[in-house]
Every structure is written in structure tokens, then in C-alpha cells.
């Protein structure tokens, strides 16, 4: 293999999947993080505002992560043969549809935060939801935090049928 590689169209265009994934994979987890930095009860305008436009940050990059992983599979990574006859690529898919599912309340929460913070006031958040949605976010996290350690696992044949 030659020292240099000349970027061609195919290659920029797969490059650029692989880091549109890789990207939001990391805008999702830290907005992981910012929330659950945030999370508190009765937080004040301007904390319950940043969680709702954090929640939506999150949103847009994990449909941005199923997007690329999907063009990745099926057209730009190492073939849908190797992801879908793999274990591990099922586990992977599994967790990230998990921690989209958990992300749901969260999600629904915040909406419903955005009603009174359009009206100038405050959501009533207490100690008890706060609690919750700390935990469900640290659940969150942990299984994002896993989600690499599959993919760098796949990615040197771990779990694919012996040849």
C-alpha cells in the first residue's frame, strides 16, 4: 500500500459519514453530561432553558448518529454483511435503541417544561423528579460509554462466525 492515498470522491464521501458518526456520537453524550450537570429541582430560567435546548441538541444528534450508522453500514463501512451477521452489532444496536427509549421521558419532561418557560414562569421541578431523571441519564450514559467498546470490538472481528 502506497504512503499516500489520493482523496478521491468515494473516500471523502466515506470519511465524511465516519465523521458525521463519530461527531455526534460525542454531541449526544455531551449533552448527556451538560444535562445531568444541570439536572436540580427548581432550577432557575435560565438552567430549566439550557436543559430543554441541550435535550434538543441531543435529539437532532442522535438521529444524526442512526442516520450516519445506517449510511455507514449499507454503503460506506466495511459492508452489511460484516455488521448484520455479528452479534455485537445487534448488542450495539440494541443499546443505542435502550438509551433512545430511556431518553423518552427526559425528552417528554423537558417539552412539557417548555410551556411554562414560554409563559415567563417556572417548571415545577422536585426533588423526587430531579432524582429520577439524574438516574435515568446516568443510565443513559453508561450505556452510550458502551457503545464504543462494541465498536472497537467489532471492528476487529470479535463475534463474527469463524471462517
Not at 18 to 36: G, I, K, Q, T
Not at 60 to 71: D, E, T
Not at 98 to 120: C, D, E, F, N, Q
Not at 144 to 151: G, S
Amino acid at each position: 500500500m502506497p504512503l499516500a492515498t489520493v482523496l478521491t470522491p468515494e473516500i471523502a464521501k466515506s470519511a465524511g459519514v465516519a465523521f458525521v458518526h463519530y461527531l455526534s456520537f460525542m454531541l449526544c453524550f455531551a449533552a448527556l453530561v451538560v444535562e445531568r450537570r444541570l439536572i436540580r429541582p427548581d432550577p432557575d430560567r435560565r438552567t430549566a432553558t439550557t436543559m430543554v435546548i441541550t435535550d434538543i441538541i441531543y435529539g437532532i444528534a442522535a438521529l444524526a448518529l442512526l442516520v450516519s450508522g445506517i449510511f455507514r453500514v449499507l454503503y460506506f463501512g466495511q459492508g452489511s454483511e460484516f455488521y448484520t451477521q455479528n452479534p455485537l452489532f445487534w448488542w450495539k444496536v440494541g443499546l443505542y435503541l435502550s438509551v433512545g427509549g430511556l431518553s423518552l421521558y427526559p425528552t417528554v419532561t423537558y417539552i412539557l417544561w417548555a410551556i411554562p418557560l414560554r409563559k415567563g414562569e417556572l417548571p415545577n421541578v422536585s426533588e423526587v423528579l430531579a432524582t429520577r431523571l439524574g438516574w435515568i441519564i446516568n443510565v443513559e450514559l453508561v450505556g452510550f460509554a458502551l457503545v464504543p467498546l462494541l465498536a472497537t470490538l467489532m471492528a476487529r472481528g470479535v463475534g463474527l462466525p469463524a471462517v
